[in-house]
């Protein structure tokens, strides 16, 4: 019984995955439909404190310019992927001045604060990588992949529990996560992918690819010992600015077309 726990895990580590749309391999042990019903839930719990604060979408010039660029970045999206045409996309300024901080949930559910805006002075060009970067964390399934990522963890550790003869001698949660964590995509592998979707995203909805690498440039000034919160769930390695840089020549044909740039309506 405990021999069939373990390897019953192992096939369910086998079956359950999926492609990103750069073609890598992913964990899915949970579900895109439950990742996007659960991030539902989370966008409406995490809005609602700050909407009794007023703190949200109360300052309508700045909501037209966020909304306006959001339009023609999801528009690309749904091109890229049009099932997502039927996600309830949305997106949310936060009134914020001190975080500094964007991010899309499953399902489309998006929102950036305005500390990203005021302090790291984003242009609407640096404010369309943002956005596109997130955008592609949702397009990539990646919140569910992390949410697979932790449940295999967690399922991980009970089975090799079970599995040894000798509990004395079981690994710890913590050994079972290292080993998992050297086999799974990592939050590394994530932040490139989605630089590399956002990128186009972004080129394709007609802003210029050349605003990755100053948004990187000011986002690394930003804070000083103190690094902004996106920073920190957003870790870029230390090559990131190259990567982005050499990504450019490739956007450049997509942003420089005369092809009519479309929104979809939000």
Avoid at 106 to 114: F, L
Avoid at 187 to 197: K, L, V
Wanted: hydrophobic letters at 45%.
């Amino acid at each position: 019984m405990k021999r069939f726990t373990l390897l019953a895990l192992i096939s369910l580590l086998l079956i359950a995955c999926a492609t990103s749309p750069t073609g890598r391999r992913q964990l899915m042990l949970v579900s895109e439909e439950s990742a996007i019903s659960a991030s539902k839930e989370a966008y409406a719990q995490t809005l609602k404190p700050l909407s009794e604060e007023g703190k949200v979408d109360n300052d309508p010039v700045l909501k037209k310019r966020v909304t306006q660029i959001t339009e023609r970045l999801v528009a690309q999206a749904v091109q890229m992927r049009p099932a997502t045409a039927q996600w309830e996309w949305s997106i949310k300024v936060i009134d914020d001045p001190e975080v500094v901080n964007a991010w899309c949930m499953a399902g489309g559910k998006m929102a950036i604060y305005t500390g990203l805006i005021e302090k790291v002075q984003t242009t609407d060009d640096e404010i369309a990588q943002v956005m596109g970067h997130e955008i592609a964390h949702a397009l990539a399934n990646h919140q569910a992949e992390k949410m697979s990522v932790s449940l295999a963890t967690s399922a991980g550790v009970a089975a090799v529990g079970i599995a040894s003869d000798r509990p004395g001698l079981a690994m710890s949660g913590a050994a079972v996560a290292a080993m998992l964590a050297i086999k799974l995509p990592n939050s590394r592998t994530a932040e490139t992918e989605a630089d590399r979707i956002g990128i186009e995203l972004a080129a394709k909805a007609g802003y210029d690819p050349r605003a990755a690498v100053t948004l990187w440039e000011k986002m690394g000034k930003v804070g000083g010992s103190n690094p902004p919160q996106f920073l920190s769930t957003h870790p870029a390695p230390y090559n990131r600015k190259q990567t982005l840089e050499a990504l450019v020549p490739e956007m450049m044909p997509y942003y420089e077309s005369k092809q009519p740039r479309p929104i979809f309506k939000l």
